[in-house]
């Protein structure tokens, strides 16, 4: 027997333990799903809005951000999911990992009842955020049947991830719950650890100038997003708000 036809020993690569299935396993990076009926080879251990972000399909998110640990707060990237042909559930996509034969509907009749209530709940509680108001006018809602608040906060959480996994200053957090809930340094008192560096309002969608094109209390514009109607009330004349090119 040559060197050439001898059977391969468990110890022949570089001393490192070898077999078949576990090469196998590491060659298989990608799991295979479904989303929208097109069937997808997606990186392993990805979570359902990343794979899906990937290959261009389009989920809404408010309290997800790149870099940022995903926090599944404001519901409105859920997704319905059927895992090993099993009843199809709703989930939010920023945190759901994928897993291999998962089907994922991301616009289906139940997803966007789900999505638009979301939507009007947000935008009737904080009507003068623009994220709200944008992620409203992309869900085609033009008048909100919830009485309205005036919130600057959506409790998005992303000035809190920001603080303490980007800018180690662990000075913010949530407290309070339902109606009183907030965001708050500690005893309300700026910490030593905070720097001052102003990581929590660049991420925050509160700051961002709203579309003043709300007129009476309840209804919504929107009309950014329908740019072939495009407003007096649009300060950007023609150009509108680029809505379509850079969608939420
Ligand atoms: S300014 Fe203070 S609270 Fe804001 S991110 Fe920086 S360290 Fe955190
Ligand atoms: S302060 Fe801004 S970033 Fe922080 S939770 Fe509220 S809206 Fe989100
Ligand atoms: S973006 Fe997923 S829960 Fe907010």
């Known amino acids: 027997m040559t060197p050439f036809n001898k059977p391969r020993l468990t110890s022949d690569i570089d001393g490192a333990h070898y077999n078949g299935a576990k090469e196998k396993q590491m060659e298989r990076k990608t799991v295979n799903i479904?989303?929208?009926g097109r069937s997808l080879d997606v990186e392993k251990g990805s979570t359902v809005l990343l794979a899906a972000r990937e290959f261009g399909i389009h989920i809404p998110t408010v309290c997800y951000m790149?870099?940022?640990t995903p926090y599944g707060g404001c519901?409105?990237?859920v997704v319905e999911i059927s895992d090993n042909g099993g009843k199809p559930f709703i989930d939010t996509?920023?945190?759901y990992e994928v897993k291999e034969g998962m089907v994922i509907q991301t616009r289906s009749p139940r997803i966007i009842r789900a999505r638009k209530m979301l939507a009007e709940l947000l935008v009737s509680s904080a009507p003068n955020v623009k994220m709200a108001q944008d992620i409203a006018a992309r869900m085609g809602l033009l008048k909100v049947r919830f009485p309205m608040e005036d919130n600057r906060c959506i409790l998005c959480g992303l000035c809190i991830r920001m603080c303490y996994e980007q800018m180690d200053g662990k000075a913010l957090g949530f407290v309070g719950r339902g109606m009183g809930r907030k965001?708050?340094?500690?005893f309300e008192v700026r910490p030593e650890t905070c720097r001052l560096c102003r990581g929590c309002d660049y991420v925050c969608p509160g700051v961002i100038i709203p579309c003043q094109g709300v007129k009476e209390p309840g209804e919504l514009c929107?009309?950014?997003v329908?740019?072939?109607e495009m407003p007096d009330c649009c300060p950007m004349g023609t150009f509108g708000c680029f809505c379509e090119q850079n969608p939420l």
């Open 66 to 68: 790149e870099n940022l």
């Open 226 to 228: 329908r740019i072939e």
């Open 222 to 224: 929107g009309r950014c």
């Open 183 to 186: 965001v708050s340094m500690p």
């Open 93 to 95: 996509s920023c945190t």
């Open 75 to 77: 519901r409105i990237c």
């Open 34 to 36: 479904t989303i929208d």
